[in-house]
């Protein structure tokens, strides 16, 4: 078996399941890969922004951020989604934050940088390996437990 088909993720998981075919095309010849949806591209947008925000605190600074991972029109009549539409959300769970859970928590630090796009790798049976990311962690203000947080 080809070792680019024994990296598996939590997206690749996903494509397996969906089209079998489709994740054989992908792994074997990257350049299979579809450009971003308006639906990623949203996703990415707001997870630039929340991510920034937990980190630095400052929602202007979120915003700018985010505002780069937008990589399309503005708006797209078809999908009901835009930039606007994503820009709007981010500054929404901003301000839900303090009436949340949330609160109570800080971002995480390991060797003075903060916990975020924590790579990692697992080694597997049969040379497989389980990679991925965690988006970001948190650690609670008072009694210190750990709050994992990832997109899958």
Known sequence: MDSRLKLISPSSI?????????????????????EDSIHTLYGKMFHVGIQEYLVHGNLQLALLKAATEWKTDLYDFLKEKSFFHCWNAIEKFVFLIPE?????????????????????????????????????????????????VTGK
């Not at 399941?17 to 350049?31: D, F």
């Not at 796009?117 to 389980?130: D, H, Q, V």
């Open 14 to 34: 996903c494509l397996l399941h969906s089209c079998p075919r489709k994740y054989q095309l992908t792994k074997l010849w990257p350049e299979f890969e579809n």
């Open 100 to 148: 949340t859970e949330i609160a109570n928590y800080e971002i995480a630090y390991y060797n003075d940088k903060p916990c975020v796009e924590l790579g990692f790798c697992i080694e597997l049976p049969n040379k497989f390996y389980y990679r991925g990311f965690i988006d970001l962690v948190l650690q609670h203000k008072y009694e210190g437990r750990e709050f994992i």
